[in-house]
C-alpha cells in the first residue's frame, strides 16, 4: 500500500476545524461539565481518579434518563466503571428478583410427584416362597 500525500493547507484546515467542533461540543456535553463539577471520586466506592486513570470514572444518570442533563449537574453522580456497571446490573435483576419472589408468592403448591411412576419402571419379579412351603 502506497504511503498517502500530506493534506493540501485547505484540507488541513478543515481537519482542524473539524477537531475544534469535537472538542468544544465534548466541552458542552454532560460527561465534562460532571467532570467540572463534581470531585473526581466515584459516589459507590470512594476511589479517588486523577491523570490517566480520570477515563475509568463515568457520568451516571439517577434517574436513568440520559436526556435528563440540569445545569447544575443534579442527575449525576460520578461512578468507576466497575461501579456503574453493578448499578446497572442492580437494576435489570432487580426487577427480575422482585417479580419472582412477587410470582413465588402466589404460586400454589406442586402436585407433581418425581417418584410417582417408579412402580411402573420397575419390572415386576415373581414372589419367592420361603423354604418349606408349597403353593
Known amino acids: 500500500m502506497k504511503p498517502q500525500p500530506p493534506a493540501s493547507p485547505e484540507r488541513r484546515a478543515l481537519l482542524q476545524a473539524e477537531i475544534r467542533r469535537d472538542i468544544v461540543a465534548r466541552q458542552d456535553g454532560y ?3 460532571a467532570l467540572r463539577i463534581l470531585p473526581h471520586v ?15 470514572l463515568t457520568v451516571h444518570h ?5 436526556n435528563n442533563n440540569p445545569p447544575d449537574g443534579s442527575n449525576w453522580e ?4 466497575y ?7 442492580k437494576t435489570l435483576l432487580g426487577g427480575y428478583y ?6 413465588k408468592d402466589t404460586l400454589k403448591p406442586s402436585i407433581f410427584s418425581q417418584f410417582s411412576a417408579l412402580d411402573n419402571l420397575i419390572p415386576a419379579s415373581p414372589e419367592t416362597d420361603s423354604p418349606g412351603e408349597q403353593p
Open 62 to 66: 439517577k434517574d436513568h434518563n440520559h
Open 98 to 103: 422482585e417479580g419472582a419472589r412477587a410470582q
Open 31 to 33: 460527561r465534562e461539565k
Open 83 to 89: 461501579c456503574h456497571d453493578h448499578e446497572h446490573e
Open 42 to 56: 466515584c459516589a459507590s466506592c470512594g476511589r479517588s481518579f486523577d491523570g490517566k486513570r480520570l477515563k475509568e
Open 78 to 81: 460520578l461512578l468507576c466503571i
